[in-house]
């Protein structure tokens, strides 16, 4: 069974090309809207749960990797013991690699172009596409992070 924290991520793409979110929007500023918005996770039990399918650790290690490489520094102790935090900040992370996975190579998303609802669909048959290729895509991205 496919861990619940990788069908958010995988989720959140999905529901956002089909339902107008990115229209207008800058390819650019994709991964913002779909991954930074509003948390996934806002009750403890739930991340706490999800996180543990994947390794509570290895997930606290990746947040503090990325946060270092990104930002050249690691939020407060307090955020890696709050579940909520790192999973969301996990599905950032993951929701990055992929957008750049599926996207990366398109011209469109290069050159920072609007989210027509044109693009969306193209963008969404991309995610199906890849989806259909590798139905553990977001899994083997988390094991390459």
Not at 29 to 55: C, F, P
Not at 123 to 132: G, N, P
Request: charged share 25%; aromatic share 12%; net charge negative.
């Amino acid at each position: 069974m496919k861990p619940a924290i990788f069908e958010e991520v995988e989720n959140q793409l999905i529901d956002a090309l089909a339902d107008g979110t990115l229209d207008g929007a800058s390819t650019v500023d994709m991964h913002h809207i779909v991954y930074n918005q509003s948390e996934t996770y806002v009750y403890y039990e739930d991340a706490k749960r999800d996180l543990e399918q994947i390794g509570t650790s290895l997930a606290c290690q990746e947040v503090l990797r990325y946060e270092q490489d990104d930002f050249g520094q690691t939020s407060s102790f307090e955020n890696y013991g709050n579940p909520c935090w790192v999973a969301n900040m996990l599905v950032y992370i993951l929701g990055e690699a992929l957008i750049n996975h599926i996207f990366g190579d398109d011209p469109d998303y290069q050159e920072g172009n609007a989210i027509t609802p044109e693009l969306a669909v193209k963008y969404a048959k991309m995610v199906d596409d890849a989806f259909d290729a590798d139905p553990d895509l977001v899994a083997r991205l988390w094991q390459n992070l």
